[in-house]
């Protein structure tokens, strides 16, 4: 990991101890917040409210859409929920509706609006304690918040240590950057950020043991680009006669299908061939993010599998497409796969896969799909 920058006027030693022993997801989205309005907005003062909407905004796709654990303690995930209940809010929703909808709430001081109010009461104030640890050690935690806030009010006048940032009420309660921290945030705010995500990353895979690309599942999902997955599995349908979808049995045509996740999407967060499989668009549309009968189908899709990987292996394109093959099987070279058994391919496969089925299900996804036609 990258320390952070270095500074001859800021205590930047306290900054990166307000990552140390982390309990909860809160600090990294708050910090995470603060960067995200100084990179768009460019100005010190921020309001809370603008902050907390953002806290929520940023927790919504990795709880809601990708079924992360925050951990126990943690209460944004449920926070992120609760305001998706309120509001009638799908799980895909636009990260910029989240916070609209959350300034909205908070605006209203509603139920949820409340809870979401209620990350101020410790967060902005337990997030400084570094910058003053020795002045708090041994403080009464009911006199922490007031102490900080006086503390923090104070140091943003020293020249010596100053303090990220203090509290103001301009005319809504909010925070005020520190100009030398501010410019600090503004020259290594890339820098900044990947510290944040990296404490953050670790923070969840604590949370979440065995699930795949946690960090790929931090962020609102993007539009993903499967032209190689089709142009994979058109070779294949040009070159075999037969084809047929493993779910419904329906023939298959070059240039004429849909390509469907074996395991979903939303669980593994990757594109990567071996999970991937032509179908038709009803059959993948019924299927959705479902996880499907493995004992139905595991075997039908392995076949299939094999039968692509052999067919491709023997093309110009074979390099290019097969990477994904090359890492999962562990092969030297590419001709390995063309003269690796069945029963091998197949093992490894089931071994990849099966794990990542059941802790698929622990989160929540739903099991044992099968089409009807």
């Given at each position: 990991m990258i320390?952070?920058?270095?500074?001859?006027?800021?205590?930047?030693?306290?900054?990166?101890?307000?990552?140390?022993?982390?309990?909860?997801?809160?600090?990294?989205y708050w910090?995470?917040?603060?960067?995200?309005?100084?990179?768009?907005?460019?100005?010190?003062?921020?309001?809370?409210?603008?902050?907390?909407?953002?806290?929520v905004a940023s927790v919504w796709h990795p709880t809601n859409y990708f079924r992360l654990s925050f951990g126990k303690q943690d209460r944004l995930g449920s926070i992120a929920a609760?305001?998706?209940?309120?509001?009638?809010?799908?799980?895909?929703?636009?990260?910029?509706?989240?916070?609209?909808?959350?300034?909205?709430?908070?605006?209203?001081?509603?139920?949820?609006?409340?809870?979401?109010?209620?990350?101020?009461?410790?967060?902005?104030?337990?997030?400084?304690r570094p910058f003053f640890a020795s002045t708090l050690r041994g403080a009464r935690d009911w006199e922490v918040n007031r102490r900080i806030k006086t503390l923090a009010e104070n140091a943003f006048h020293d020249s010596q240590t100053p303090c990220l940032y203090r509290f103001v009420n301009l005319p809504q309660p909010g925070i005020e950057i520190h100009p030398d921290w501010f410019s600090y945030l503004q020259q290594h705010l890339t820098i900044l950020a990947g510290f944040c995500l990296w404490h953050l990353v670790n923070y969840l895979q604590k949370n979440n043991p065995n699930v795949p690309n946690i960090a790929g599942k931090l962020f609102e999902p993007q539009e993903r680009d499967l032209r190689r997955a089709r142009t994979f599995w058109n070779i294949v349908l040009d070159q075999v006669a037969h084809v047929t979808c493993i779910y419904s049995g329906q023939p298959l045509q070059k240039g004429d299908f849909s390509l469907?996740?074996?395991?979903?999407?939303?669980?593994?967060?990757?594109?990567?061939?071996?999970?991937?499989?032509?179908?038709?668009?009803?059959?993948?549309?019924?299927?959705?993010?479902?996880?499907?009968d493995a004992g139905l189908y595991f075997d039908p899709f392995a076949e299939l599998q094999y039968q692509a990987v052999r067919v491709v292996?023997?093309?110009?394109?074979?390099?290019?497409?097969?990477?994904?093959?090359?890492?999962?099987?562990?092969?030297?070279?590419?001709?390995?796969?063309?003269?690796?058994?069945?029963?091998?391919?197949?093992?490894?496969?089931?071994?990849?896969?099966?794990?990542?089925?059941q802790i698929a299900a622990n989160m929540g996804f739903a099991t044992g799909w099968r089409y009807a036609s």
């Open positions: 320390p952070l920058p270095s500074s001859s006027v800021l205590p930047v030693s306290a900054l990166a101890a307000s990552f140390d022993e982390v309990t909860n997801s809160y600090k990294f910090f995470l917040a603060i960067l995200e309005q100084v990179r768009e907005t460019q100005t010190r003062i921020i309001p809370l409210d603008i902050l907390l909407a953002r806290m609760r305001l998706g209940e309120q509001a009638g809010l799908p799980m895909d929703i636009p990260r910029n509706r989240v916070i609209t909808t959350a300034l909205a709430h908070l605006s209203q001081l509603d139920d949820v609006g409340r809870e979401i109010l209620s990350l101020a009461n410790f967060v902005p104030y337990r997030f400084l469907d996740h074996f395991l979903p999407w939303r669980f593994v967060a990757h594109d990567l061939l071996w999970n991937l499989l032509p179908t038709s668009k009803t059959v993948n549309s019924s299927k959705s993010d479902n996880l499907p292996v023997r093309t110009p394109q074979a390099t290019r497409l097969l990477e994904d093959y090359v890492l999962l099987f562990k092969v030297s070279a590419i001709a390995d796969l063309q003269t690796m058994a069945f029963s091998t391919f197949r093992n490894i496969l089931y071994q990849s896969i099966a794990p990542q089925i």
